[in-house]
């Protein structure tokens, strides 16, 4: 028997481009409005928070974006990742699918995140930028963006969802490994903390809110802190767009090509970028690989969301922009994917899911961790658990295959290890893991919960 497990890539095919699906989308981009006016933002506000190279990135029209070579010398640290076809879980599940993960574990913040932390320290520090302030919820962000502030000397606040910050001690003592300074927030530093913290002083925390506190930072220091974001703006998921143009050679050396595209989703960044590369062979090539996306139950933004203009974080201080969105009130359950508890959806994924170029699901925690379980016994990798809901939905395709008796390629992406959330592991297995769906009581209540937009005077 000679089968083929690791497809592997040299150094040389690093992509020497990122790419950026709004060059190819037929769906425009909506405006992005000022928090207080509800004009469309100017660049001054943009400025503020972000160095000038990601502001015109984000608002850039080019299909490709070319790679400093100083960021690709980075990327040489852990890239190519490995796409590996997973054998043994095909036989665990007698399929007659072929499963395909490209794996962005093996990166030194166990995730994909560094992918756009590297990128977004590299701008700032390029433009003279010394220090900077983020959120993080699960700490996979803060992790990655500490890895990459520490590689260029920027100092860096984090402020991590206070559920996460009890529930993963160790994402905090790595993040200070590297340097960084880690707040469980709502903290008492900023205002919107302190304000939140007088509502409920047991407040366990949200995205929104930490998003709130890292972006006041930025605003009130006259320049001298930038805010960085490790998903949902378009800048993200252009740096991410690596995984998905490694994923296409590599399907390439397999001689195999998926008809179904999976990641998970928190703010949308590792589905793009294992996803947009194929999405553009979609438009252009006249492939048709379904792209589907998959969130907890516990945050269905996509399934159950409105599709409406709404902010970015729950204290009003960021852009209001049009994406699927739960209410940036919404404090989400403290379910064990913590990077998939986000109010909102980035614009770019959720304005391609409503033009129906994207599909959706929304899978339960335990059904998730299940299928992690079942995967890590498998394939040997125990995955972090937001990339569960993504293997969880993969093996649903496998198995649905198995019952046509078709043979389907399935790819997924493999975002993360799971090495730092054993304690939710622990939970699953001695029965203490709870599915906390979202109430239809809830959905009933999102539309009071967003900002009215009088569209006709954005337009005048
Ligand atoms: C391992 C992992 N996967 C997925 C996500 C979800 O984020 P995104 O949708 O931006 O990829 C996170 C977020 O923290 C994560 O840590």
């Known amino acids: 028997m000679n089968r083929q497990t690791s497809f592997t890539l040299s150094e040389n095919d690093i992509p020497k481009q990122w790419y950026n699906i709004n060059g190819d989308s ?66 665990a599940l007698g399929t007659p699918a072929h499963i395909y993960y490209k794996y962005e574990g093996t ?50 606040d984090v402020y991590m969802v206070k559920c996460s910050y009890q529930q993963k001690p160790y994402r905090r003592i790595m993040m200070e490994t590297y340097g960084a300074n880690c707040y469980a927030s709502p903290t008492d530093r900023t205002d919107c903390g302190r304000s939140f913290l007088a509502d409920d002083p047991d407040c366990p925390g949200s995205l929104g809110i930490a998003i709130s506190e890292a972006v006041e930072v930025a605003l ?61 062979e979609n438009l252009r090539n006249g492939m048709k690989t379904r792209l589907v996306a998959v969130e907890p139950t516990a945050a269905p933004t996509l399934t159950r969301g409105l599709y409406t203009f709404d902010y970015g974080d729950t204290g ?65 990798i125990l995955p972090a658990p937001e990339s569960n809901h993504a293997i969880c939905a993969a093996i649903d395709e496998a198995l649905e295959a198995k019952e046509k008796d078709e043979k389907r390629v399935i790819l997924f992406n493999l975002s993360g290890h799971g090495h730092f959330d054993l304690a939710a592991y622990e939970a699953f297995m001695n029965n203490k893991m709870i599915d906390a769906p979202m109430s239809e009581e809830y959905i009933g209540t999102i539309s009071s919960r967003v900002p009215e937009i009088d569209m006709q005077a954005v337009m005048a």
């Open 107 to 156: 990166s030194p913040a166990g995730s994909h995140k560094i992918n756009t932390a590297i990128a977004q320290a590299y701008y700032n520090k390029k433009t003279g930028v010394k220090s900077l302030t983020t959120e993080t919820g699960a700490g996979q962000w803060g992790s990655a963006l500490s890895i990459a502030c520490s590689f260029y000397n920027l100092a860096l």
């Open 220 to 280: 009130k220091s006259n320049g001298q802190i930038k805010y960085s974001l490790g998903s949902v703006l378009h800048h993200v998921l252009i740096h991410q767009s690596v995984i998905g143009e490694e994923a296409l050679k590599q399907m390439a050396m397999a001689d195999e090509y998926p008809d179904v595209v999976i990641g998970c989703v928190g703010g949308g960044s590792n589905f793009a970028g294992i996803a947009m590369p194929f999405l553009r």
């Open 26 to 91: 037929p769906v425009p981009p909506a405006p992005v409005l000022h928090p207080v006016t509800k004009q469309p933002v100017t660049p001054d506000f943009l400025t503020a928070l972000f160095p000038m190279p990601l502001i015109e990135q984000e608002i850039s029209q080019e299909r490709y974006i070319d790679i400093p070579e100083e960021i690709r010398e980075v990327y040489k640290l852990y890239r190519p990742t490995p796409l590996i076809r997973a054998h043994r879980l095909e036989k």
């Open 316 to 380: 009003h201080m960021t852009p209001v922009v049009k994406m699927h969105t739960l209410g940036h009130t919404f404090i989400p359950a403290p379910i064990h994917a913590g990077g998939l508890r986000y109010h909102g959806m980035a614009p770019t994924i959720s304005s391609l899911y409503d033009a129906g170029y994207l599909d959706a699901v929304a899978l339960p925690q335990l059904r998730a961790f299940q299928a992690g379980r079942l995967f890590a016994q498998s394939e040997g």
